[in-house]
């Protein structure tokens, strides 16, 4: 209860975070009710109610969700008739008539558990375990959106004390400005993983600069498992900046993380977020540009990887110089276009391409945002796509075999060198089959998630 209290949440008014997980909940589970519940001393209040007309709060009857807060993972009941407990729920026995239903609790990181996300469903049914998993990931981006509530909560009251000790109107607006800073960095955090997974066989590594230490970036990515040995990561650029571009990169982030756990097409994973972003914005106007891909090891040595792309740049595929006895295969970066993909969440019937790579040992596979080639070099002239590429080439050309951490680091020793740094957010990422076979290969590597600040103008005074 004291971790109840802690979070400020109840009886607050509505929030349209909270309203689209219950949305996107009851839409991945094919139900009509879904729900965002903290448990209190008393009762179980409902902070969204996806299908439940004018239910604010209920008792803490045992069965629902008194009772999935007991529990460390969901809680799945397929028909509420044939349970003891949940038989004699107000839910199962009033007008809601719930036959079936499943919750997972939503969990502090010092393990209290604050109430559930739930579906329901009016017919007896089971999931699987990958719905289970997604029904667990969406209670972990309700504790995401409780903890940024919090530190939002933590950090006006902290500018409020802040005003009543400085004077100065001066002192005042740098404080306030050392704040805004503050509460963008950590608002950007959260919306990044703070380090990659450890890929069997794969070198993994990224970068993330942003243009404006006052401002939270619109560009995003990831890499996460999906189970039997398949990977998944993205990378894109949202519209806009500040905290609308932040709430729109935390529902594409966890609509994919989630859908990606139940549907194995990467095409049909991002038909699914387009419907989520026009569902959150019926004029198209939030809208996203993306690569999505999934990785499956390749038993020859390698991975397949299967990109699909929704109007975002190029990848870039990266092959060392080889020799085969008196035969040489130069180096080279070879860009993985995707033609045809349209915008993420701009128009209804949008299509996406999808291509298969096939990433050997010694390869690698760079995705970027378009900050990377907007940057101005020494001479003034815009660095491009031809200079990327160049760049690019000439690193394959001296290296035999091409590591994730090397790319980056040489990427960011380049961005260092732009003399008024990037003029947009730069996000970079690198993915790299081990030169070992499989039997020999290492355990897998991560590189580290970056987060800078521009970089100063050498000119400024």
């Known amino acids: 209860m004291e971790a109840v209290r802690r979070y400020d949440i109840l009886d607050t008014p509505p929030d349209g975070a909270f309203d ?11 139900v009509p009710v879904a729900t965002v519940t903290i448990v ?27 009772s999935a ?75 995401d959106e409780l903890e940024l509530r919090l530190s939002a909560l933590r950090m006006l009251r902290v500018e409020r004390e802040l005003v009543v000790v400085e004077h100065a109107a001066r002192e005042r607006a740098e404080r306030d400005r050392a704040e805004i800073a503050a509460y963008a960095s950590t608002l950007q955090r959260t919306l990044l993983p703070p380090a990659l997974p450890e890929v069997p066989g794969l070198e993994a590594a990224c970068h993330y600069t942003t243009a ?11 890499v996460f498992p999906l189970g039997a040995g398949r990977w998944a990561f993205f990378l ?73 792309g929704g109007g975002h740049l190029p990848a870039y595929h990266l092959h ?27 128009l209804h019937q ?10 050997l040992p010694g390869q690698a596979l760079f995705l970027y945002s378009d900050g990377l080639i907007e940057g101005r070099t020494s001479r003034g002239a815009r660095f491009g796509e031809r200079g990327l590429a160049a760049h690019l080439t000439h690193h394959a050309a001296t290296n035999c075999a091409l590591g994730a951490a090397a790319i980056i680091g040489d990427l960011t020793t380049l961005l260092a060198s732009f003399p008024t740094g990037p003029a947009d957010d730069v996000a970079l990422l690198a993915l790299s089959a081990a030169s070992q076979t499989p039997a020999t290969a290492p355990s897998g590597a991560s590189g580290t998630a970056h987060t800078s600040v521009p970089l100063p103008d050498p000119h400024s005074t």
């Not at 689209?20 to 009851?26: D, F, K, N």
């Open 69 to 143: 807060i007991l529990t460390d993972g969901p809680l799945v009941v397929p028909d509420t008739l044939q349970d003891p407990l949940a038989r004699a729920h107000t839910l199962v026995t009033g007008p809601t008539r719930a036959r079936f239903y499943a919750a997972a609790p939503i969990t502090t990181r010092d393990g209290h558990r604050l109430g559930t996300v739930d579906v329901m469903d009016t017919e007896p049914r089971r999931i699987t375990s990958g719905q289970a998993g997604a029904l667990a990931d969406l209670a972990a981006l309700v504790m």
């Open 236 to 308: 894109g650029d949202v519209s806009g900046r500040g905290a609308p571009a932040a709430a729109l990169t935390s529902l594409i982030r966890y609509t994919l993380r989630s859908t990606a756990l139940l549907e194995p097409d990467p095409h049909a994973v991002l038909r699914a977020l387009n419907s989520a972003l026009l569902a959150d914005s019926a004029d198209g106007s939030r809208f996203c540009t993306l690569i999505f891909g999934t990785l499956v090891p390749n038993p020859a040595g390698g991975f397949v990887i299967t990109l699909t």
């Open 350 to 359: 949008a299509d996406f391409t999808t291509r298969t790579v096939q990433l």
């Open 20 to 30: 689209r997980i219950a949305a996107l909940a009851a839409r991945l589970f094919d």
């Open 40 to 66: 209190d001393t008393d009762r179980v209040w409902f902070k969204a109610a996806y299908g439940l007309a004018e239910v604010t709060q209920i008792g803490r009857d045992p069965g629902l969700s008194t």
């Open 212 to 222: 404006s230490v006052r401002d939270v970036g619109g560009d995003f990515y990831d």
């Open 320 to 346: 060392p110089t080889r020799r085969d006895g008196l035969f040489q295969a130069l180096a080279r970066a070879e860009p993985v276009n995707l033609p045809g993909g349209m915008l993420v969440g701009a």
